[in-house]
C-alpha cells in the first residue's frame, strides 16, 4: 500500500510477492462508514490481474507442495507471529475499514486470524491417510493439493474469515488466490505486507482486490482454480455454485442465516440476557451467527421483554474508536438504507417496533457515519418477510412459543439452517432440541463458543460443506488412491 499521485491511499492486489495496479487503471473509492467519507481506493483488478495471481500460484504451487509439513508449517507460524507483531495496527485498519468497535477487532477478531495460522500449522501434522492391504494388492490413499485454490470472504469479519480460508488451504499445500470483500479491502492487503515481512515464498498467498462482479467473477470462472471457498451471502453462493458447477469446481459455501435463539424459562435468566444482548447486537447484527430470532417461553415473554428492553434503551451507539459504545457503524450507506427498509416492511408487515428503527446521528468525528439503532420488534407471525429473511444489521423480532415442539417448528420455519442458541436448565431438553433443529452449530446456554477443531458450516440455504479442524484440510485435499498391485 502506498499513496498515489493525489496522496489518496491506493490498496492494490498482492500477485507475486508484490503489491500491483489493476491492468485496466480502474480504483473504487473505499468508505470509513463511521465517518462517511472515502479514505482510500481500492484496485478493481480485472480478469487479466486474477490470471496473473493464478499462473503465480501454479508456479509457485510445485515447490509449496512439495514442503515438508514441518516447513509449510513453520512459514504458517511466521504468519501468525507477523499479525500478532502488528496487532494494534491491524485492529485500527479493521475498524476504520468496516464500523466496528475498535475492542471488538482487537479483542477478538485480530488475534484470531493470527490464531487461525497457528492452528493449521499445528493440526497439518496430524494428518494421515489410510493404507488397505488384501491378498492381491497393497492400496495406499494419498490426500493431495489442488495445486491453487481460491477464496472468497465477505466484509463482516474481515480479516477473521480471509484468514479462516487461506490457513488450511496453504496448509494443505495448496497456493491461494484470495479476494478479501471490495468493502473492506485493508487489513488482507496489510497482509501481504506481512508476507513479505516474513519471507513467504513469492506466489503462495496471491491476493486480488475488486468486486465481485468483476474479480470475484473472474476467480470463480478461472479454469486454473480447481477449488474454491466462499463464504458470503446465499444469494452470491448460488451464483457461484451455478458458475462453478458446470466446470465441476470443488465448492465449499458459508452462506446467510436467520438464526433462532430459543429461551426456555428454566435457564439461567441473567447469563441468557446478557448473551442474548451480545449475540443480537454484537458488530452491529452483522455476524452469520447472530440470533436474529429470539423465542421465548410464553410464561417468560413480560419479564424478558422487560428486562430486554431495558438493556437495549441504554446501549451506546457511536464512535467505533470510543470503548464505551457498544455498537459502531453498519458497513455502508447502501447497508444501512437496507436495513432500514427491512424494518419499514416489519412496520408494513404489522410488527410493533419497540426499541430503535431509525438511524443514529452521532455528533462530532462521525456526524456523516452510517449507524442504526438496536432494533427489537415483536406482533409478527414466522411467515412473515422480516421473520423469514436474513436482514444482518442490528434488527431482532421477538416471538412467543408454547412448549419445546413449538420452539422446533418456529426455530425450522425458515429456508436458512446455520446456527441456533437454546437456553434450559433441562439437559434432557436441550439435547432433544439440538438434535431436532435444523442447524449445523447449535450453542446450549452459550453463543459464539469456537474450538477451531469442531466443523462449522450450514444446512439448507445456509451452505454446503463443512469448515474447521479436519474437515478443512480435507476440503482443500483430493484423496488418489495408489494400488501396488501383488
Ligand atoms: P456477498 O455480497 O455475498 O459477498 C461475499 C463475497 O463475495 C465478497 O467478497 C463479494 O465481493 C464477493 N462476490 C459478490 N458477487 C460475486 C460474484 N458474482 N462472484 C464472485 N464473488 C462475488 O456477502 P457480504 O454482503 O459480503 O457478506 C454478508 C453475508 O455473508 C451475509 O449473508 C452473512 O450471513 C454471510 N456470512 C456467512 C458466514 C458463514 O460462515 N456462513 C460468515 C460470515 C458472513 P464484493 O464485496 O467485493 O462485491
Request: hydrophobic share 45%; aromatic share 8%; proline share 5%.
Given at each position: 500500500?502506498?499513496?498515489?499521485?493525489?496522496?489518496?491511499?491506493?490498496?492494490?492486489s498482492?500477485?507475486d510477492?508484490?503489491?500491483i495496479?489493476p491492468?485496466t487503471g480502474?480504483w473504487l473509492?473505499?468508505y470509513?462508514?463511521?465517518?462517511?467519507?472515502v479514505?482510500?481506493?481500492?484496485?478493481?483488478?480485472?480478469?487479466s490481474?486474477v490470471?496473473r495471481?493464478?499462473?503465480?500460484a501454479?508456479?509457485?504451487?510445485?515447490?509449496w507442495?512439495?514442503?515438508?509439513?514441518e516447513?509449510?508449517?513453520?512459514?504458517?507460524l511466521?504468519?501468525?507471529?507477523?499479525?500478532?507483531?502488528?496487532?494494534?495496527?491491524l485492529?485500527?485498519?479493521e475498524?476504520r475499514?468496516?464500523?466496528?468497535?475498535l475492542?471488538?477487532?482487537?479483542?477478538?477478531?485480530?488475534?484470531?486470524a493470527?490464531?487461525?495460522?497457528?492452528?493449521?500449522?499445528?493440526?497439518?501434522?496430524?494428518?494421515?491417510?489410510?493404507?488397505?492391504d488384501?491378498?492381491?494388492g497393497l492400496?495406499v490413499?494419498l490426500?493431495?493439493?489442488f495445486?491453487?485454490?481460491?477464496?472468497?470472504?465477505?466484509?463482516?469479519?474481515?480479516l477473521?474469515?480471509?484468514?479462516?480460508?487461506?490457513?488450511p488451504a496453504?496448509?494443505?499445500?495448496?497456493?491461494?488466490?484470495?479476494?478479501?470483500?471490495?468493502l473492506?479491502?485493508?487489513?488482507a492487503?496489510?497482509?501481504?505486507?506481512?508476507?513479505?515481512?516474513?519471507?513467504l515464498p513469492?506466489?503462495?498467498?496471491?491476493?486480488?482486490?475488486?468486486?465481485?462482479?468483476?474479480t470475484?467473477?473472474?476467480?470463480?470462472?478461472?479454469?486454473g482454480?480447481?477449488a474454491?471457498?466462499f463464504?458470503?451471502g446465499?444469494?452470491?453462493?448460488a451464483?457461484?455454485?451455478a458458475?462453478?458447477?458446470?466446470?465441476?469446481k470443488?465448492?465449499?459455501?458459508?452462506?446467510?442465516g436467520?438464526?433462532?435463539?430459543l429461551?426456555f424459562a428454566?435457564?439461567?435468566?441473567?447469563k441468557?440476557?446478557?448473551?442474548?444482548?451480545?449475540s443480537?447486537?454484537?458488530?452491529?447484527?452483522?455476524?452469520?451467527l447472530?440470533?436474529?430470532?429470539?423465542l421465548?417461553?410464553?410464561?417468560?415473554?413480560?419479564?424478558f421483554?422487560?428486562?430486554?428492553?431495558m438493556?437495549?434503551?441504554?446501549?451506546?451507539v457511536?464512535?467505533?474508536?470510543?470503548?464505551?459504545?457498544?455498537?459502531?457503524?453498519?458497513v455502508?450507506?447502501a447497508?444501512?438504507?437496507?436495513?432500514?427498509?427491512a424494518?419499514?416492511?416489519a412496520?408494513?408487515?404489522?410488527?410493533?417496533?419497540?426499541a430503535?428503527?431509525?438511524?443514529?446521528?452521532?455528533?462530532?468525528r462521525?456526524?456523516?457515519?452510517?449507524?442504526?439503532?438496536?432494533?427489537?420488534?415483536?406482533?409478527l407471525d414466522?411467515?412473515?418477510?422480516?421473520?423469514?429473511?436474513?436482514?444482518?444489521?442490528?434488527?431482532?423480532t421477538?416471538?412467543?412459543?408454547?412448549?419445546?415442539?413449538?420452539?422446533?417448528?418456529?426455530?425450522?420455519?425458515v429456508?436458512?439452517?446455520?446456527s441456533?442458541?437454546?437456553?434450559t436448565?433441562?439437559?434432557?431438553?436441550?439435547l432433544?432440541?439440538?438434535?431436532?433443529?435444523?442447524?449445523?452449530?447449535?450453542?446450549?446456554?452459550?453463543?459464539l463458543?469456537?474450538?477451531?477443531?469442531?466443523?462449522?458450516?450450514?444446512?439448507?440455504?445456509?451452505?454446503?460443506?463443512?469448515?474447521?479442524g479436519?474437515?478443512a484440510?480435507?476440503?482443500?485435499?483430493?484423496?488418489?488412491?495408489?494400488c501396488?498391485?501383488?
Amino acid at each position: 500500500m502506498s499513496l498515489g499521485a493525489d496522496d489518496t491511499l491506493k490498496i492494490r492486489s498482492f500477485v507475486d510477492g508484490e503489491f500491483i495496479d489493476p491492468a485496466t487503471g480502474q480504483w473504487l473509492d473505499n468508505y470509513d462508514p463511521a465517518v462517511g467519507e472515502v479514505y482510500s481506493q481500492v484496485a478493481n483488478s480485472p480478469a487479466s490481474d486474477v490470471d496473473r495471481a493464478v499462473a503465480a500460484a501454479t508456479r509457485a504451487s510445485r515447490d509449496w507442495s512439495r514442503l515438508s509439513v514441518e516447513q509449510r508449517a513453520n512459514h504458517l507460524l511466521r504468519i501468525a507471529e507477523g499479525i500478532r507483531s502488528r496487532a494494534d495496527e491491524l485492529a485500527r485498519a479493521e475498524c476504520r475499514d468496516s464500523g466496528k468497535p475498535l475492542k471488538l477487532a482487537r479483542d477478538l477478531e485480530i488475534p484470531r486470524a493470527a490464531q487461525n495460522f497457528g492452528f493449521f500449522a499445528g493440526l497439518i501434522h496430524g494428518m494421515s491417510t489410510a493404507a488397505h492391504d488384501s491378498p492381491v494388492g497393497l492400496n495406499v490413499t494419498l490426500a493431495q493439493p489442488f495445486g491453487v485454490g481460491g477464496t472468497i470472504s465477505p466484509w463482516n469479519l474481515p480479516l477473521y474469515l480471509f484468514t479462516w480460508k487461506v490457513a488450511p488451504a496453504l496448509a494443505a499445500g495448496n497456493c491461494v488466490v484470495a479476494k478479501p470483500s471490495e468493502l473492506t479491502p485493508l487489513t488482507a492487503a496489510m497482509l501481504g505486507e506481512i508476507c513479505i515481512e516474513v519471507g513467504l515464498p513469492h506466489g503462495v498467498l496471491n491476493i486480488v482486490q475488486g468486486s465481485g462482479q468483476v474479480t470475484g467473477q473472474a476467480l470463480v470462472e478461472h479454469p486454473g482454480i480447481r477449488a474454491i471457498s466462499f463464504t458470503g451471502g446465499t444469494a452470491t453462493g448460488a451464483k457461484i455454485a451455478a458458475s462453478a458447477a458446470p466446470r465441476f469446481k470443488k465448492l465449499s459455501l458459508e452462506l446467510g442465516g436467520k438464526n433462532p435463539n430459543l429461551i426456555f424459562a428454566d435457564c439461567d435468566f441473567d447469563k441468557m440476557l446478557a448473551t442474548t444482548f451480545r449475540s443480537s447486537f454484537q458488530n452491529q447484527g452483522q455476524i452469520c451467527l447472530c440470533g436474529s430470532r429470539i423465542l421465548v417461553e410464553s410464561s417468560i415473554y413480560d419479564r424478558f421483554m422487560a428486562a430486554f428492553l431495558m438493556m437495549v434503551h441504554k446501549a451506546k451507539v457511536g464512535d467505533p474508536l470510543d470503548e464505551a459504545n457498544d455498537l459502531g457503524a453498519v458497513v455502508s450507506q447502501a447497508h444501512q438504507q437496507k436495513i432500514l427498509s427491512a424494518i419499514d416492511t416489519a412496520a408494513a408487515e404489522g410488527g410493533r417496533i419497540l426499541a430503535g428503527g431509525h438511524a443514529v446521528s452521532v455528533p462530532g468525528r462521525c456526524e456523516r457515519g452510517w449507524f442504526v439503532a438496536p432494533t427489537v420488534i415483536d406482533n409478527l407471525d414466522q411467515s412473515c418477510c422480516t421473520n423469514q429473511r436474513e436482514i444482518f444489521g442490528p434488527v431482532v423480532t421477538v416471538q412467543p412459543f408454547r412448549d419445546a415442539d413449538h420452539a422446533i417448528e418456529l426455530a425450522n420455519a425458515v429456508p436458512y439452517g446455520l446456527s441456533a442458541t437454546v437456553w434450559t436448565a433441562n439437559l434432557n431438553r436441550a439435547l432433544r432440541v439440538a438434535e431436532n433443529i435444523e442447524a449445523g452449530v447449535v450453542w446450549v446456554n452459550g453463543w459464539l463458543i469456537r474450538d477451531l477443531r469442531t466443523p462449522f458450516g450450514g444446512v439448507k440455504e445456509s451452505g454446503v460443506g463443512r469448515e474447521g479442524g479436519i474437515d478443512a484440510l480435507e476440503f482443500w485435499t483430493q484423496k488418489k488412491n495408489v494400488c501396488f498391485c501383488r
